[in-house]
Nanobody, 124 residues
């Protein structure tokens, strides 16, 4: 049974930082690309950052580039999203998703396995 569990969300002030964790089980990160998505109320679910199964190549949405960093710890079966300089527009539920194969995709329909999400709220 493939599982992904997000953690690390919370309430922060603008300019603050959070580190999201996606702890996986039932599969190897060697065989699955991972994507971080977010969805704000009234908006489409969008790709924030993705990483290939090799861990070598990554994607960042333009609005988060330079602020967010995706990384992996294969020994812990965990993918991280470090979020710095957070802005109110980053407020959303953040999801971790897995896609079988070496390559990530930017559409949510390209991922078969999802976590439950973790709320990130950036507000004064």
């Amino acid at each position: 049974q493939l599982q992904l569990v997000e953690s690390g969300g919370g309430l922060v002030q603008p300019g603050g930082s959070l580190r999201l964790s996606c702890t996986t089980s039932g599969f190897s990160l060697d065989y699955y690309a991972i994507g971080w998505f977010r969805q704000a109320p009234g908006k489409e679910r969008e790709a924030v950052s993705c990483i290939k199964s090799s861990g070598s190549n990554t994607y960042y949405k333009d609005s988060v580039k330079g602020r967010f960093t995706i990384s992996r710890d294969k020994a812990k079966n965990t993918v991280y999203l470090q979020m710095n300089s957070l802005k109110p527009e980053d407020t959303a539920v953040y999801y971790c998703a897995a896609r079988l194969g070496p390559d990530y995709g930017l559409g949510s329909t390209e991922y078969d396995y999802w976590g439950q999400g973790t709320q990130v709220t950036v507000s004064s």
